[in-house]
């Protein structure tokens, strides 16, 4: 009986080499060749895409330093904005958060305590006391709970050495802590400062 011939073996393709350079590095030399004027074409288009690219470019290239007091306002806002927000299909969970939103709250009050912008410091930290107590209640452990504390409590400090009326004050530390849907940030420290000032009145 004839002996049947093997096939023959289709030759494989060889395997494709893989680039030694990576996406990060093409993008680099890609963008040397653009002018300058084409940069700050997509690096704006960028930053009006995403606020949390835009606020990080801001902090990069100093830009809060120039703004004045209603610009950080509204850059503060978005900030908080940012910092509180989460999945609330996470509810009850460790879930991520932005931590350097708060970081940009941080130094934005400070920046608007320094330049005697003291009302609207006290406007966004009520603002951060509601969003952020919110924050707290719906994770598992409020791992963000120090962060917001360092943030009111620049605030807390200026009101305190500030000469604002003391029934002023007193209204704005009773805003507070009705605020506060978690009754532990900077409860203490608020109620301290109402009986100062409540002290005060009665002198």
């Not at 209603?70 to 999945?87: N, P, Q």
């Not at 939103?101 to 966004?124: G, P």
Request: hydrophobic residues 40%; glycine residues 4%.
């Amino acid at each position: 009986m004839a002996k049947r011939k093997a096939p023959k073996k289709s030759p494989g393709k060889k395997p494709a080499k893989r680039s030694s350079v990576s996406p990060v590095e093409r993008l680099q030399a890609a963008l040397v060749g653009q002018t300058t004027e084409e940069l700050v074409g997509v690096i704006v288009k960028i930053a009006r895409s995403d606020s949390r690219i835009l606020r990080q470019l801001q902090n990069d290239f100093g830009v809060h330093d120039s703004m004045d007091a209603d610009e950080l306002v509204a850059v503060t806002h978005m900030a908080i904005a940012d910092a509180t927000d989460f999945d609330e299909r996470e509810m009850n969970y460790n879930f991520d958060y932005d931590h350097d939103a708060y970081e940009t709250v941080l130094r934005n009050f400070k920046r608007l305590v320094k330049s005697d912008s003291l009302s609207d410091a006290m406007q966004l930290a009520l603002e951060l006391m509601k969003q952020g107590s919110y924050q707290i209640e719906m994770s598992d452990e409020g791992m963000m709970t120090d962060e917001i504390k360092d943030c009111l409590t620049v605030v807390i400090t200026a009101v305190g050495k500030s000469t604002l009326p003391a029934a002023t004050i007193c209204e704005w530390c009773d805003a507070m802590i009705a605020k506060d849907r978690v009754g532990c940030l900077c409860d203490e420290e608020l109620k301290a400062l109402k009986n100062k000032q409540a002290a005060r009145r009665t002198e």
